[in-house]
């Protein structure tokens, strides 16, 4: 199994900055790919970004230029600037691994709240 420990939320005025981190720990082969999302109330879970690993990260157009997403050893980090209201949401770390032993496993984070408001 594969745990994910989302931190780094909370409050920050609008054009404030804040960085999300994702903790990834397991019995892990290789790492297929991981992503950001975010849910906000009332709304569907949506892609922020994805991050294929050995490839180009895509960014939903409405962080284009604003998020950024880097690896550290066992971590992800999801740097938010420019922060506005309607980035308000849960952010959830996700990814995609291939075990040690075999087969393949998919993996949630427990979220992380990110307010952004005056």
């Known amino acids: 199994q594969v745990q994910l420990v989302e931190s780094g939320g909370g409050w920050v005025q609008p054009g404030g900055s804040l960085t999300l981190s994702c903790t990834v720990s397991?019995?892990?082969?290789?790492?297929?790919?991981m992503a950001w999302y975010r849910q906000a109330p009332g709304k569907e879970r949506e892609l922020v970004a994805h991050?294929?690993?050995?490839?180009t990260t895509n960014y939903a157009d409405s962080v284009k230029g604003r998020f950024t997403v880097s690896n550290g050893k066992n971590m992800v980090y999801l740097q938010m600037n420019s922060l506005k209201p309607e980035d308000t949401a849960v952010y959830y770390c996700?990814?995609?691994?291939?075990?040690?032993?075999?087969?393949?496993?998919?993996?949630w984070g427990q979220g992380t709240q990110v307010t952004v408001s005056s």
């Open positions: 991050n294929p690993s050995g490839g």
């Open positions: 996700n990814g995609d691994f291939r075990l040690l032993g075999g087969g393949r496993f998919r993996s």
């Open positions: 397991g019995r892990i082969f290789t790492t297929d790919a």
